[in-house]
């Protein structure tokens, strides 16, 4: 266990309150305001500790550009709309999205208002220069987003949210936490079952020892996007790794220079993240009022947009070296094989009642 400035904090809080929540543990590991670890570092690409797929290949971006732009049709191309991204990254994404619309749809570009929900301020740094000439608003939280129809694409943003998880005894559904074993973090249970966790319909077969990971925050997040969009018009794309249809195994993980690590091991210096509950936020979604596309695999999303005919224009115009990293960054994003991109990243869309069935689905 690495004796990162974080641990010592969490030792002293473990002595003080006992043992934490995963959902505690996670916030405080991903945006503790001092030693957070997206408070202090950009994590992205060959030198951080994780790669997205608009840094694979700048195909990703330019479909979501254009899957905004024929959403924006359908909608009667309201203007202005607000063009929401949830966790940007390092604006990758988003300026490859907007030089599509420049390209192919000016209009919609014009009637963009954009807007930014990030935290890091690393991150926004590398926003502010990547968007420097498409003036975003950045935000902390979608509360303080304007009203109106919005837009919104949240690519591997979901699985960083914090998340609680419960395991089953004996005794019932007990909640996993996070405690102290001498100077070193360990996990451990609740010492009583937690009572909404004992309903017979919450995994009733489910063997002592399983684990039922409950995306508490998540669930409040898009309670509230598709209130949204069921009130104002609009549509999200939610891009990123889980479950079609949840379960009851251990997705808590951390990973540091492109490879698993323990969770525990260096807190505040490894990236946390929990499969995305596609059923559960499908559900909560249809209930304000969404209607629910997908979920679909992201092969399947990026080849219905196009992701193929787009690849192959951009190798025709390359040299052989140029064409060879398209095809293989295409290649990438929809690999099918079981630990393939297009296999475990899932896309689901939310939009208003009344609208046109979104793109990719």
Known sequence: MSDTPLLGELRRLIAVEGPITIERYMALCLGHPVHGYYRTRDPLGAAGDFTTAPEISQIFGELLGLWTAEVWYGLGRPAPFRLVELGPGRGTLMADALRALRAAAPDCL???????????????????????????????????????????????????LPVRQYQRTERGWCERRVGLNGDALAFGLSPDPTPEITAPEIAPHA??????????????????????????G?????????????????????????????????????????????????R?????????????????????????????????????????????????????TPRGMGHLFKVMGLAGPGQPGLPGF
Request: charged share 20%; glycine share 8%.
């Open 110 to 160: 014009a009637a963009a208002d954009l807007h930014l929900v990030e935290t890091s301020p690393t991150l926004r740094t590398a926003q502010e220069r990547a968007l420097a000439n498409a003036a975003p608003t950045w935000h902390d939280a979608i509360d303080t987003l304007p009203g109106g129809p919005a837009i919104l694409i949240a690519n591997e943003f979901f699985d960083a």
């Open 284 to 336: 909560a979604a249809a209930g304000e009022g969404a209607v629910v596309h997908g979920p679909v695999t992201q092969a399947d999303f990026l080849l219905a947009l196009g992701l193929a005919q787009r690849a192959e224009r951009l190798a025709a115009r390359a040299n052989p070296v140029q064409a060879a990293a398209v095809k293989a960054g295409a290649d990438r994003l929809i690999d099918r």
């Open 207 to 232: 063997a002592p020892g399983a684990i039922l990971t409950l995306p508490a925050v998540a669930l409040d997040l898009i309670r509230q996007i598709a209130g949204r969009l069921a009130r104002e």
């Open 234 to 282: 609009g549509a999200l794309a939610a891009i990123d790794y889980g479950d079609l249809y949840g379960g009851t195994a251990d997705t808590l993980q951390a990973v540091a220079r492109h490879r698993f690590a323990d969770p525990l091991a260096a807190p505040g210096e490894t990236d946390l993240t929990a499969q995305v509950d596609f059923a559960a936020l499908a």
